[in-house]
């Protein structure tokens, strides 16, 4: 049965390539495209996680046309519940709850996971969910540790899954434009890549030991990481400035944009990386940089910076995101939104390209639904027609190792040498510790 739905899927998508499976929503109400597409051939998607980003990423996925979110799994009952009232409303259908995501992998009519939990989680969920035959589509950053990082390549490979990393400006039109354009010499020899963000985040204030919430299952929202007692001011967001399950503004927000410099430039992993930086804005318990300039060198002749201020909202060049190229003609700047613009070396404007519509890179949820929609159709033809990934795990992987070792560097407070045949660190014992991650004992990645 499992494998006819499956064969079906595959058929009724090549059979109707003219329908333009996947259309961009929204301007399609829900219900009429349900007048198309029969049950069988929509791709039965989980998600996990919904409280912010997987909330925007479940209302993006139930826009597609040949989806079905058949699950929606979260440790908060509340965000579970806001979240499947929203799916509903855009399909008609109500998903199930979940609230462990592992039961939800026992169904094999399930054929994706959708995770947007802490990155702490990351990885681990991707594991269990390839493990478990299903498809990810897995937010950035890929893993909190190198290791976890290369522990999804094999298993990307072993398991024969599609993998999809969530830095969606792979797929903007005009941003791949700009990537082009650079690479046919519009800006001559590129030799400098900056990318930057800058917002002005409040303090996260000195947390209290407190009783778990009744609406939080504290115990599976700390999985893979050892168990910590529960304090007010962890959950939600503010974990990401946390070693424990978050990585930083530098993974944060910083892999979009070394993402966007290591595809401009074409390189894969550096010499030498380093970082400064600290949390220097407010006295409080956040323990990543609020402040930090991370530099990397690549063998091929080209250096690349990521400046992060969480606290200071300051923007360059007119955004408050970014990504520049310097080169010897010129630069080209891909800044917050799908476009480019190409200055000459004097640093004068020659050429921009930009969408109309209008994107807030600060909002935490969906900078940009619309184009969301296009990496998410990317992900589902890796599924139906065994198309290319935008962001395949192996780039992914590569991208988020990048600032990893900026954060890895930050915190041994010297720079790291680096085998750029690998990107493994040589030499430094005490930075090859922070190469992988603690486990709760019995959480441990296993192939
Ligand atoms: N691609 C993008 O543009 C983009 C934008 C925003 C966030 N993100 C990424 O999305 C992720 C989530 O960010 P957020 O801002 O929504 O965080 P958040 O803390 O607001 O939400 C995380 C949710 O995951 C849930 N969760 C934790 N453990 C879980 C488990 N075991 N099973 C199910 N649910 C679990 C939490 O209860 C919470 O509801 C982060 O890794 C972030 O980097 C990506």
Redesign the pocket.
């Known amino acids: 049965m499992e494998n006819d739905r499956r064969e079906f899927i595959k058929k009724t998508v090549l059979g109707t390539a003219a329908l333009s499976f996947g259309g961009i929503l929204p301007g399609f109400s829900a219900h009429s495209y349900r007048n198309i597409s029969g049950a069988n051939e929509r791709i039965n998607v989980g998600t ?9 990423l479940s209302n993006t996925f139930s826009m597609q046309k040949n989806c079905n979110i058949m699950y929606v ?4 009952i509340r ?1 579970a519940e806001k979240c499947i009232d929203s799916v509903s409303k855009i399909t008609g259908t109500r998903p199930k709850a979940a609230p ?2 592992r039961k939800a992998m026992e169904d094999k009519d399930l054929d994706a996971m959708v995770i ?4 702490h ?2 990885a681990p ?1 991707a594991l269990l969910a390839m493990k478990a035959g299903k498809h990810v589509y897995l ?3 890929c893993s909190h540790s190198p290791e976890e990082g290369e522990i999804l390549v094999q298993a990307a490979s072993k398991y024969n899954k599609v993998l999809q990393m ?3 400006r792979r797929s903007w039109p005009n941003v791949a434009k700009g990537i082009e354009a650079l690479k046919s010499g519009v800006i001559g020899k590129p030799y400098f890549g900056k990318g930057w963000y800058t917002n002005k985040r409040p303090s996260i204030g000195v947390g209290k030991l407190a009783a778990v919430p009744d609406w ?1 299952n504290w115990d ?2 700390q ?1 893979p990481a050892p168990r910590m007692p529960f304090k007010d001011n962890y ?3 503010n ?2 400035w946390f070693w424990h399950w978050g990585t930083g503004e530098a ?2 927000n910083g892999t ?1 944009m070394v993402d966007l410099l290591r595809w401009g430039m074409g390189v894969d992993y550096p010499i030498r990386v380093s970082s400064n930086g600290g949390r220097f804005h407010y006295t409080d318990d956040w323990e990543t940089p609020d402040t930090q300039v991370i530099s990397m060198d690549f063998k091929e002749g080209f250096t690349m910076t990521w400046e992060g201020r969480s606290c200071n909202a300051r923007s360059i060049e007119g955004s408050s995101v970014g990504a520049m190229f310097y080169g010897d003609k010129g630069s080209l700047l891909i800044a917050g939104g799908n476009g480019y613009t190409v200055f000459d070396v004097a640093g004068k404007e020659i050429e921009s390209i930009e969408d109309k519509e209008k994107i807030d890179p600060r909002n ?4 940009a639904q619309q184009l969301d929609a296009l990496h998410i159709q990317n992900f589902f033809d890796g599924i139906t027609k065994g198309t290319s990934l935008r962001s395949n795990i192996d780039s992914g992987h590569k991208s988020t190792l990048l600032v990893q070792l900026g954060n890895i560097s930050q915190r041994v407070g010297r720079s790291l040498e680096i085998d750029p045949q690998n990107g493994h660190i040589l030499k430094d014992k005490e930075a090859r510790k922070l190469w992988s991650r603690e486990y709760e004992k019995g959480w441990e990645m296993t192939l």
């Open positions: 996990v996680g919904v409280n912010s980003r997987g909330l925007a799994s979260d440790v908060d965000a462990d995501f947007a939990t802490p990155d989680w990351h969920a937010e950035k950053p969530g830095n969606q939080l599976l929202w999985g959950v939600h967001y974990w990401h993974l944060n979009h935490a949820a969906s900078p």
